[in-house]
């Protein structure tokens, strides 16, 4: 009975130390107990409870505000440390959405690991300090975005015609007089937010009916334009919108799907800033191990990350990538109820408006730069057939308008240009249009040069044909016209939509600038082809190989 | 004064000593007597009996394995009652609640600790005590009953610690009991191949009890939650009633014929044994067929069990407190993300105690869900009926054969265990050598159903040799709990993606 006695006194004596050790724990050595011990509010210290911010329709209750108090609703005037600072004034109450909605994170949670997201098994870690305004795209959708070049040319008017001197753009610029006198003029870093008048340069100008500002001169109309495509843009995150105009210049879209629009070679990326970390590969990722130490080393070098990718190297500046960064992480797109949706999330999602801006040099920007270069050069990927220098002028010089629209609407079926006017996702029948008109404006505006013969004329021998395609062509364009390093000469969206003359110009001037030699010019390395054996050919491929 | 109001003070001034009385009426425990009725007269401590045999109170008996499971259910019990009042059982708002119980509720965290490593501990216990119970061959006549009894208990224990594995709605949860209910489903595998599964389907009806859908969701969550805090924990209760009494009614727990003369006379400290004449007899004895468990015996082995076995109990009983408590404290209970039926978890794995049937289900569902279960079941229901020998009864490893015999059959049972294993692991089974193979024959033939073959083989073998089923079964059982061990550990350690073999977790391949 000893032995028992004895177990019963010892296991007793130390479960209750075990008790002890635990409400010491609970009760005294909290983290955030011991941040509010050491704050102190107007009328002395401060009262230590948990706090937390409830949104039951969001499903928040952030208890971020234990720890950050002075971000607490009702707390002003806090002292004692960096916990006791408010939170920036931001265009919305934190009140209202609690904290996880923008900054991401685990609000449930009162440790910091824990809330901070930085522990296994929480997908959501917060979004990084430098990337905070990311968190917009939690709910927002920013429609109409310019290009990248768009936006610069009116962030260049802005200086050049010194609107800085009265307004602030995102912290610069204004005027400031404490001993009065003069004007200081509105803060225009939200001017798209809040909206402004059309017409507002003629109200500028007079103000009560009489001549205002003289001293500034006329506005061009270009330069107004572009002051109109950056003011439409402030919306309060300057490097998201950067990051999204440089996203839809680099010709993303072209692979990519973002929100059901783009193409379907890469993946999806309307959730890409949502992305459980926790399954993502960082074995080739040196550096930080999160979301966006992954995409910046994915943007520096795609194929040493994701071994095997079809992405090709962007050869982007560092401050290229963070902008990147920062629009991939702003891509949440956050499940939360339609009650809560802002009006450009409604407009984009419910209406269908665009998110890039849609005239031809955006959309070409976004869609068809990665693939023909952002001047329309073509380009030349490891691994894959050239891309068509599309802005080349012998191109543009030969080719009929519905050529260029219907390889933009219907694509090359067997080849890697999609059907952009037909598929999901793709472009609508205006903008196709844009694009198609942009492509002319890319070279140069090289207008089809006067052809007067009618779209079909040769009428030669298609068996000598056949032979001269077998020693001549079949090398680069494929036996069957297939295609292979040179263009599919046996697809049906080409065959229709080409005239005689730019298969007969083409085979016989070649395209300069690229792999397509002038058959008809004298080489030293080949017997030239006569007018007869070109006409020859086109009858080939016109009849030879499913041609119409 | 009035006579009246005179009697109402004194009254009131003997109100405290009365209530007294009348909760203890026996008085203090102090006299042999006192004791005795201490226990009999109180509805919890009268599953005991009033005497226990200083037998039973030796460590080496029952290590406390009974109570250390009772009290590793009390602690679920209490803990659990307490986690209740928290957690809201509907899916993602259960994840919430579990959330704010682990960073908000006062003590959640190690309350929540305490309920899951009690769990554990629980399922451990009934293991070993059933082993115990198996190794002194206590479940021999008149204890048969409670052997079978028993075996509900481990049953009842399985399935709730399973029904609570759920309730967190997380990923390890949803995906555990998607597996579970798949292993549930795997009558299937017979039925599909005799092409019957339209007319009869037991697999699918049972998963759809269990589940109440056709895949893990709010339906199964209601149904656990229920089963959990309300069918098994009563079943259980009850079960455990009859448990105990049975013990008491079968003549305590079970001990050596020869045990007074090995525990020599009682030291000079102990409480001695019967110093006063019985004031009782029991009528009803007349009408009880046979004899009851004391006659013929002296009562001079026995030492009254208040205060000896309370304070064993209590003693085994408090240790079982301190390690939950303690391992509370230093190991937090696993959460994971949000259960998401879209994104399945990459190696899914059931519970740790279903790990062993797991593997074998990656050869056969049924035989490794239904099948060998089944017969683990049946044979353990069979061995008292069989077993009607009688030496060595209350000796650890008692019976033909003894110790030697059981670290032998380790050896046979680990051993053929790796060699299965290990040959299916390393050069596949039949599926991989003979693509075309009706799936009826590896039903039939694959490493869980050889390794039974095996084992079974192995006892037929003890049998003729000892001339004993006691050593047959020592032989069959010490290679079961090794197959299982083995079995569970691959499981757990090895097994990574897709169910492939790992050396450690570091080679995982990264999804």
């Known amino acids: 009975m000893q032995k028992n006695k004895l177990l019963l006194l010892v296991a007793s004596l130390l479960t209750l130390g075990f008790l002890v050790v635990a409400a010491a724990q609970e009760n005294v050595f909290r983290e955030w107990r011991q941040i509010q011990r050491g704050l102190r509010s107007a009328d002395g210290p401060l009262d230590v409870r948990l706090r937390q911010i409830v949104v039951p329709q969001l499903r928040v209750a952030d208890r971020c505000v234990s720890c950050h108090v002075g971000m607490a609703p009702g707390e002003t005037g806090l002292t004692g440390g960096k916990m006791a600072a408010a939170h920036p004034k931001v265009g919305h109450e934190p009140a209202d959405f609690g904290c996880i909605v923008c900054h991401g994170g685990q609000g449930r949670a009162t440790d910091k690991a824990d809330a901070h997201g930085d522990v296994h098994f929480w997908p959501e870690p917060m979004v990084p300090r430098r990337y905070a305004d990311a968190g917009c795209g939690s709910c927002h959708t920013h429609l109409a975005v310019p290009s990248l070049a768009a936006l610069r040319g009116g962030r260049a008017a802005f200086e050049r015609l010194d609107c800085l001197a009265c307004h602030k753009l995102e912290g610069r610029g204004g005027t400031l007089r404490p001993a009065g006198g003069g004007m200081e003029g509105p803060d225009l870093s939200r001017a798209g937010l809040s909206g402004f008048a059309a017409d507002w340069y003629a109200k500028h100008l007079t103000k009560d009916g009489a001549v205002w500002k003289q001293s500034f001169g006329a506005i061009p109309a270009a330069d107004l334009a572009a002051l109109d495509v950056l003011l439409r843009s402030r919306v309060g995150a300057p490097g998201l919108v950067e990051g999204k105009a440089l996203f839809h210049s680099l010709g993303c879209r072209g692979c990519h799907k973002v929100a059901g629009v783009g193409g379907d070679d890469g993946p999806d990326l309307t959730r890409e800033g949502a992305k459980d970390p926790g399954r993502i590969d960082f074995t080739h990722v040196p550096g930080r191990k999160d979301l966006a130490g992954w995409l910046g080393e994915h943007f520096r070098s795609p194929a040493a990350i994701v071994p095997g990718s079809a992405m090709p190297m962007l050869g982007l500046s560092e401050e290229e990538i963070g902008h990147l960064v920062r629009y991939m992480l702003s891509l949440r797109h956050s499940p939360f109820p339609e009650a809560y949706w802002p009006k450009d999330r409604i407009r984009a999602e419910r209406f269908g408006e665009r998110e890039f801006a849609t005239d031809g040099a955006t959309l070409y920007g976004s869609f068809c730069s990665a693939c023909h270069g952002a001047e329309g050069q073509g380009m030349r990927y490891p691994g894959l057939p050239a891309f068509p220098a599309i802005a080349n002028r012998d191109f543009l010089e030969l080719a009929p308008d519905a050529l260029i629209l219907e390889t933009v609407r219907k694509g090359r079926s067997g080849r890697r240009m999609p059907a952009w006017g037909l598929k999901d996702g793709g472009l609508r029948p205006a903008e196709v249009l844009a694009v198609a008109a942009y492509v002319r404006t890319l070279g140069g505006n090289v207008a089809q040069a006067p052809d007067p013969k009618p779209a079909r004329w040769a009428q030669g021998n298609a068996a000598t044909g056949t032979r001269l395609y077998a020693a001549y062509c079949a090398s680069c364009h494929g036996p069957n016209g297939e295609g292979k390093e040179g263009t599919a000469l046996a697809n049906p969206v080409l065959l229709e939509n080409a005239t005689d003359t730019y298969l007969f110009e083409t085979i016989r001037r070649g395209r300069r600038g690229t792999t397509m030699e002038g058959f008809g010019l004298p080489s030293t390395v080949r017997p030239s082809l006569s007018d007869q054996e070109i006409e020859d050919l086109v009858t080939f491929l016109r009849k030879g190989k499913g041609g119409a | ?511």
């Not at chain 2, 085994?316 to 696993?334: E, N, R, S, Y």
């Open chain 2, 1 to 511: 004064m009035s006579p009246g109001l005179s009697v109402f003070l004194e009254n009131l001034r003997a109100a405290p000593r009365r209530a007294y009385e009348a909760t203890f009426r026996s008085g203090p425990p102090t006299s042999d007597r006192t004791r005795s009725t201490f226990v009999f007269g109180n509805v919890f401590l009268h599953l005991h009996p009033v005497r226990t045999h200083r037998w039973s109170l030796r460590w080496s008996t029952t290590m406390g394995l009974g109570i250390i499971t009772f009290a590793a259910f009390l602690i679920t019990l209490v803990t659990g009652v307490l986690l209740m009042f928290y957690y809201k059982p509907y899916p993602d708002v259960a994840y919430d609640s579990i959330k704010d119980i682990h960073f908000v509720v006062p003590t959640g965290r190690f309350m929540r600790n305490i309920h899951r490593w009690a769990a554990n501990v629980m399922v451990i216990a009934v293991l070993l005590h059933m082993a115990r119970a198996f190794y002194t061959a206590a479940y021999r006549k008149p204890r048969e009953f409670n052997w079978l009894i028993g075996m509900a208990l481990l049953v009842v224990t399985l399935g709730l610690s399973f029904t609570g594995y759920l309730l967190p709605w997380d990923q390890l949860a949803y995906w555990a009991i998607t597996i579970g209910a798949n292993i549930a489903q795997s009558p299937r595998e017979v039925t599909d191949a005799l092409q019957i599964t339209d007319r009869f389907d037991p697999g699918g009806l049972q998963k759809l009890l269990l589940l109440g859908s056709d895949q893990v969701g709010e339906e199964a969550l209601i149904r656990f939650f229920l089963l959990h805090v309300m069918v098994l924990p009563l079943a259980l209760v009850l079960l455990a009633a009859v448990h105990f009494w049975r013990i008491r009614k079968d003549g305590g727990l079970v001990r050596p014929a020869n045990a007074d003369e090995r525990l020599g006379p009682a030291p000079l400290e102990t409480y001695p044994v019967f110093t006063e004449a019985p004031h009782k007899t029991y009528q009803l004895a007349a009408i009880v067929k046979g004899k009851t468990a004391a006659v013929g015996r002296g009562p001079e082995g026995t030492v009254p069990s208040m205060p000896h076995l309370f304070y064993a109990e209590a003693g085994v009983a408090m240790l079982t407190v301190l390690v939950c408590l303690g391992l509370a404290l230093f190991l937090d209970a696993p959460l994971k993300e949000l259960a998401n039926p879209g994104v399945p978890e990459n190696p899914a794995k059931a519970p740790w105690y279903f790990l062993g049937l797991q593997e074998l289900v990656a050869f056969s569902a049924f035989m490794g869900g239904i099948g060998i279960p089944g017969i683990v079941l049946l044979g353990l229901g069979l061995i008292p009926f069989l077993d009607r020998e009688e030496a060595g009864t209350g000796e650890w490893f008692g019976g033909p054969g003894g110790l030697p015999l059981v670290l032998r059959s380790i050896v046979v049972g680990l051993g053929s265990a790796v060699l299965v294993d290990g040959i299916a692991i390393r050069y596949g089974w039949l599926r991989e050598w003979f693509p075309k193979i009706p799936q009826l024959v590896v039903t039939l033939v694959n490493p869980g159903t050889v390794l039974t073959f095996i084992y079974a083989a192995y006892s037929i073998y003890l049998v003729k040799k000892y001339g004993s089923t006691r050593a047959g079964a020592l032989g069959l059982f010490t290679c079961f709990l090794c197959g299982f061990a083995l079995l569970t550990l691959v499981g757990s350690y090895f097994r990574g993606p897709n169910w492939s073999f790992y050396w450690s977790p570091a080679d995982w391949p990264v999804h």
